[in-house]
């Protein structure tokens, strides 16, 4: 039963191919292991596709419900599921919450869009898997992880488009853009209209706590992450689904050692 629940950001060890590291993967999975015999329950969530998010859970030994495509769809493997209730319906070895659009809407929205703003707008679909390498540094193997998008479309961030330009033609279609600078990430993401990290977080701190009546009031959350708009996301999710005592955890510094100890010390927290 658990009494504290991490949220971690795959969002770095995905785009870092930091789990491609040997000495990484014993630290992680050294840490992991030891908030597990704790009674921590650990989430992993990205911007990033199932895909991309399996190798990592695979390669970490961790069997628990995860976040994907920025709060898309919530996975729980079906004969590791810890809720009483399945979040979701059954699809193959996994539980599914949808909260975002088939891959097909997201496409056909992204040139929706374009055509509302006058504005070319390319999207991971319309990219080749060697430009896909070469835009964002990947191996073939990631790139055509990356490919397998499920609920969502990351597109190229126009700069000549301004992002309440972009947000609004979204909305006026059934869609949301989750805007990235430059400095964050060369693509933005086309979502569906129900499709958030908050939204998702709720639901999955929601379902942790159903497992108890009187764990909802004693369950801790802490969210590790480089990025504070994400921390802000998590907060506002445990803020909302009741008393739930939430804890940050930013990471020092970019570096892989520093993302894992950030996650080593949320089992000092409660």
């Known amino acids: 039963m658990a009494k504290r629940v991490v949220l971690i950001d795959c969002d770095d060890a995905v785009g870092k191919l930091w789990l491609e590291l040997p000495e990484t993967i014993l630290k992680l999975k050294?840490?992991?292991?030891?908030?597990?015999?704790?009674?921590?329950?650990?989430?992993?969530?990205?911007?990033?596709?199932?895909?991309?998010?399996?190798?990592?859970?695979?390669?970490?030994?961790i069997s628990a419900p995860f976040i994907v495509e920025s709060g898309s769809a919530i996975f729980t493997p079906i004969d590791q599921n810890p809720f009483e209730l399945p979040l979701g319906d059954r699809e193959g070895t996994y539980f599914v919450r949808q909260l975002g659009c088939p891959y097909v809407q997201?496409?056909?929205?992204?040139?929706?869009?374009?055509?509302?703003?006058?504005?070319?707008?390319?999207?991971?679909?319309?990219?080749?898997?060697?430009?896909?390498?070469?835009?964002?540094?990947?191996?073939?193997a990631a790139a055509h992880q990356a490919k397998a998008r499920e609920f969502s479309e990351p597109f190229m961030t126009p700069r000549a488009v301004e992002p309440a330009v972009l947000q609004q033609a979204a909305e006026a279609v059934g869609f949301k853009?989750?805007?990235?600078?430059?400095?964050?990430n060369r693509f933005s993401e086309l979502v569906g209209a129900?499709?958030?990290?908050t939204a998702a977080v709720k639901i999955l701190l929601g379902a942790y706590s159903s497992i108890d009546s009187s764990l909802a009031r004693s369950l801790a959350v802490v969210g590790v992450s480089m990025n504070h708009s994400v921390l802000d996301e998590l907060r506002i999710a445990a803020a909302t689904e009741g008393e739930i005592a939430f804890w940050d955890k930013p990471p020092v510094s970019g570096s892989v050692d520093s993302w894992i100890a950030a996650i080593e010390s949320t089992g000092s927290m409660s």
Request: aromatic residues 6%; charged residues 20%; negative net charge.
């Open 194 to 197: 129900d499709a958030s990290l």
């Open 177 to 184: 853009v989750i805007w990235r600078t430059a400095e964050e």
């Open 30 to 61: 050294s840490v992991l292991a030891q908030l597990k015999d704790d009674g921590t329950s650990v989430a992993l969530f990205s911007a990033g596709d199932r895909a991309q998010l399996e190798p990592i859970l695979q390669t970490l030994d």
């Open 106 to 140: 997201a496409r056909a929205g992204l040139r929706v869009v374009a055509n509302m703003i006058s504005h070319p707008l390319k999207g991971f679909g319309d990219f080749t898997i060697p430009q896909l390498q070469r835009l964002i540094g990947l191996s073939e």
